[in-house]
Structure formats: C-alpha cells, structure tokens
C-alpha cells in the first residue's frame, strides 16, 4: 500500500473516517514530494489532533511549504473555531517547541494572567469562604487571554509563512461555518444550562435555546472578525483598539475587573523546558507555571529507584502511586509562578532528593498523608476541557501544544461582539488552605491569586527522545494530564516497536495526593488488581467515565518514519 508523507490522527476518528481520511491522503500523494512508485513510502511529518479539520488545515500549512510551528497556529486556530469548548482565543496554554536547525527547545507560555486589579475578595469572603461560582462564571472566572499572543509570537519567529495565511483555514470555517460532530453536540448538551444562562453564549451556540445537534451548522462571523484583525495586525488587532475595547467592557459587565493595561501588557514568555534523563531517555516538558514538567520529573526519579517496568502491573502500581503522591504533595507545597515566588526547581528535580523521597515508600503499604493538615470541602462537580495537539514535520521540528480556555465553554461568557468565549483559569489558582478546585487540587502560597500572576497548571507537552526517536505527547485532563503523561512516556520506553495507539488507548489510573485515593478508570482494571492494591491500603475508587484525549506523534531516528495517534476517548466520549 502506497503511504503518504504525512500521518494524521484525529481523535480516534479513523475508523469512522476512512473514507474521509482517504480523501485526504490521496490529495497529499498527489502533493507529496515522494518518488513516484515507491511501494511503501513512510510519513515524514505526523500531527495529531483533536479535531479532523484541525489536522486537515495543519497538514494543508506543510504541504504549502509551512514548517511544524506554521501548522501548529493553524491548528490551534482552527480548534478555537471548531472545538470552542476546549480551548481558543479567550484562553491560554503552553507550546513547546523543538527547532531542528538549531535544536533550540523552548516553552512559549501563554498561560493567562491575574488582571491587575485583582483581589483575593473577589473569590472568597471576610470568613474565608469562597464566593460560590466566583472562579468559575462570568468575568471574575477569567484571567487575561494568551493564545493570541502566542499564536503571534509562534508565527513571528518560528515559522515560514504569514499569520494572515496561518489564520485563513479558521476565518473561512468561523464564516461559513462547519457541521458540528457528536462530540460537540454532546457536550453543548451537558452544558446547556450554562450556555443558555451565560452571557452571549446562547446567540452563539445554540439552536433556538436548545443544544444544537449533530450535524448542525455553526457560523461564528464575530469570531471571523476578530480572527481578521489578529490576521491583519498580529497581537495588536486583540490586545489593542476595539476587540480590547469589547473585552473589557464584557468583562466588567460580567463582573470583572479587567482594565485596558492588562490587555495591551500581556505578554507571551519563553522559558527554558524542565529537562531531564530517565533511564537513559531525554524527557523534556513544560516548565513552570505549569507544575507538569516539575512533578513528572519527580515522579520519574522516583521511579528510577526501582525495577518498574510495566505501570499496570499491580506490584509496579503501588510504587507508581506512591511516587505520584510524593509529587504532588511537593506540586501543593511549592509550585507556583516563578516571576512572583521562589521555587527550588532545581533542587525538587534533583535525583539525590529523588532518592531520599523513594526512601520513605513502603513497599507493601501506602503512605498516609495525615502530615497534611487539610480540612476537606466538597469540591465542585463538572465536566472540564481542554485541547492538546502534537506536530513533526519532515526536518524534525516538533511542536507539543496544550491549550485551554478550562472547563466546557469556559465561563459561559462570550465578550461583548468579539465571538471570544472566555476562560475560567482563575480557578486554577489555590484560594487558600483547604480550599480545592476544580480538579480537587490544593495549593499554597506559592499559588495564591496576585496581579499579574500566572495560576499554576497541569498542562504538560512532552517530548521524550531515545535511541528510537522522537515522542511528541501530551493530553487534556487538568491534574491527571500528569499521570497521563506518565504512563505514556513509561509505555513509550517499554516498546521495542513503537505502536502508538496502543500507548494513548491504555487504561488510566490516577493518584494527586489530596484527596488520597487513586482514580481509576472504569473497566480498566481487574479484580485481582484491585485486591493487590486494597490489600496494601489504598482507598480505590472506579470513576464513571474514562478521561483523556491524548494526541501523540512519533518520528524514528532510524529512517524518520513518522507516526500519529489520536486517544479513542475523544472520539466516543467515553472520557474527557
Ligand atoms: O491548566 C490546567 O491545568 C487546567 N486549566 C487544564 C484544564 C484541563 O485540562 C481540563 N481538561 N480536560
């Protein structure tokens, strides 16, 4: 069979997309600059997505001769349009980035900021207790957006082609509009309430009030406007003159607090990745404010202690959860924004401390956690989104990406004409002791809310480089992106012959210290599995639906074959 220069993956879609994925690829065999006849031709660049048209406008960016940062502002553009649940221009995230010419690795860190007039009161009262609602909805909830700039910066100075080009794929399907799939119309279900009761978010996204189904037409000519003037004007035509003005004016009306200052000052940094070796293997990962980088690497140095091999086997699990508990009870301790705290980076990561954490697991039992005064609050319940892509193209320039704007459609609030539906990130900061977010994780001083400020996140893009080649992974999923990134980079190491698509399909497991009992998927895991680990003390506890997207591609040192894989969760919404 005659392959093309480019796999693609999209969200477990293949098989019901063959025909659509044929297509595709037979455009690009057409294109390609592959020798005519060859019988088997190996892909020489991979992206995985989360949406197929995302993919599709990321692929059609090389083939016109864009490098792997061109396609990833195609892909994150057009996931703002069509998959404006996860992630998008009213939100943040991280990229990182491999330059093969140089081996420049870098982390673009658009992660929302604190607006300057923020304060804690807006979130929690004079007893200490939080304003239902205050970090999730409205404008409160939203923290200054990003991705535009990143999206800018990543053009500018990464890629070959113009951002006006970039951005072209998303503005025409922001237009003209594109059939939502079953997973969006699924979750506009879910989130009925929210968009029917948020601001402008009715007008938008539903059909008559109601969740539109599958197959509908959604047309987001505001959203079209305000992508032409990031097109025309690179971050000035967002953070400046009337999308600004919209914004904030939105925003405040929503509650918020936001000023034009915040805006025009936002800036996008570039910082070094963590980087680190594990058994041989160079991971390098998002560095801090995201925790993901810090806390595998502890995790994995843990891990380097003992004879592990296969997560999911019982004996290796029980370590497996003890190193992830040790990580992230140093996440809660110390992690934060390094611009406004002190984080002993180096010394969390180092293998010494690594080892000397190691030493306190108890082979047979699981380490309770009662030196952690922590009062428990019910934590709110719901359903949370975010989007991660992976590229590599065909000189080996890579791109993990994960973006978001928090949970489902964010904070329910669409600012004022601009189509940008707003993140609610302000709930990844820590409101104090005790108090959870989200995604049950607790926090300290080191990330509690300030101006400026960058809130601490789980979003971890990885590459991982061995004798094999080149991994690029990574997953939604808030605090379990961690543990998810970690069995797929220990799956990765533990193939002779990658098959990606058995590394993002593997059953998950979960574990973050707080609370302390380990999430498991359902039907992930047998009785006997069970037993073992119940036997050793840990509470287990078997959650009601899967959970991930992890998007992975992969390039081999020996030929650059290239391969991509989309996590079949996405697709049947069996997890998020
Ligand atoms: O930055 C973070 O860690 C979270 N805001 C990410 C949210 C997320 O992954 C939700 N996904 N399912």
């Keep these: 069979m005659l392959r093309s220069w480019l796999a693609v993956a999209t969200a477990g879609r293949a098989r019901a997309r063959v025909a659509y994925w044929r297509r595709i690829l037979t455009l690009v065999l057409v294109c390609a600059t592959v020798s005519a006849g060859a019988a088997d031709v190996p892909a020489r660049a991979a992206i995985a997505s989360a949406h197929p048209l995302a993919t599709e406008a990321g692929y059609r960016i090389l083939q016109q001769g864009g490098n792997a940062f061109d396609a990833a502002v195609t892909v994150a553009a057009v996931l703002a349009v069509v998959e404006p649940y996860s992630a998008g221009l009213g939100g943040g995230g991280f990229w990182l980035l491999h330059r093969a010419s140089d081996r420049k690795q870098v982390m673009i860190d658009a992660r929302e900021t604190a607006p300057a007039a923020v304060t804690l009161s807006l979130y929690v009262n004079d007893e200490g207790v939080p304003v239902p609602g205050a970090t999730l909805r409205g404008g409160k909830a939203a923290g200054i957006p990003g991705v535009p700039a990143g999206m800018a910066h990543l053009a500018e100075r990464y890629g070959k082609l113009k951002l006006r080009q970039l951005l072209a794929p998303a503005i025409v399907l922001a237009r003209n509009g594109f059939n939502i ?94 980087r680190f070796n594990y058994r041989g293997a160079t991971i390098v990962s998002a560095a801090l404010p995201s925790s993901g980088g810090v806390t595998l690497a502890q995790t994995l140095n843990i891990l380097e202690a003992y004879p592990i091999r296969d997560a999911r086997d019982p004996a290796s699990a029980h370590i497996v959860i003890e190193a992830l508990r040790r990580g992230f009870q140093d996440r809660l301790r110390y992690l934060g924004d390094t611009d406004f705290v002190k984080v ?73 004409d601009t189509g940008v539906l707003l993140n609610n990130e302000m709930d990844d900061f820590s409101l104090g002791p005790g108090l959870p977010n989200l995604y049950h994780l607790l926090g300290g001083k080191a990330n509690s809310i300030a101006p400026h400020k960058r ?67 359902p039907a992930g895991f047998s009785d006997a599995w069970r037993a073992t680990l119940e036997a050793k003390g840990h509470q287990l506890h078997v959650v009601s639906r899967k959970w991930g997207n992890m998007q992975a591609v992969f390039k081999a040192n020996a030929d650059g074959a290239a391969q991509a894989a989309s996590d079949p969760r996405g697709f049947d919404m069996g997890g998020y």
């Design 181 to 274: 799939d079953s997973r969006f119309a699924r979750i506009a279900q879910v989130r009925e309430p929210l968009l029917r009761g948020g601001i402008n978010t009715a007008r938008v996204f539903l059909d008559n009030d109601a969740a539109p189904p599958q197959g509908y037409l959604l047309r987001q000519p505001e959203l079209a406007t305000t992508l032409e003037r990031l097109a025309e004007q690179g971050r000035d035509g967002f953070y400046r003159g009337p999308v600004a003005h919209s914004l904030v004016n939105g925003v405040n009306a929503a509650g918020g607090v936001w000023q034009a200052a915040d805006l025009a000052d936002y800036k996008v940094i570039e910082r070094p990745p963590v």
């Design 344 to 416: 002993p980076v180096a010394r969390l990561i180092d293998k010494a401390y690594a080892h000397s954490r190691a030493a306190t697991i108890n082979p047979n039992l699981a380490t309770p956690i009662d030196a952690l005064t922590i009062t428990p609050l019910a934590a709110v319940t719901e359903s949370y989104n975010t989007t991660h892509y992976s590229v590599i193209d065909v000189d080996g320039n890579r791109v993990g990406a994960t973006l978001s704007i928090n949970s489902w459609f964010g904070g329910g609030l669409i600012a004022g």
């Design 455 to 521: 809130p601490l996140s789980s979003m971890s893009p990885t590459f991982v480089e061995d004798g094999k080649g080149v991994l690029v992974i990574g997953a939604p999923g808030g605090s379990r992106i961690i543990s998810m990134v970690l069995f797929g980079i220990l799956d990765y190491l533990n193939q002779d012959n990658v098959d990606l698509l058995s590394i993002v399909t593997a059953p998950r497991y979960h574990h973050q210290c707080w609370p302390d009992q380990v999430e498991m998927e």
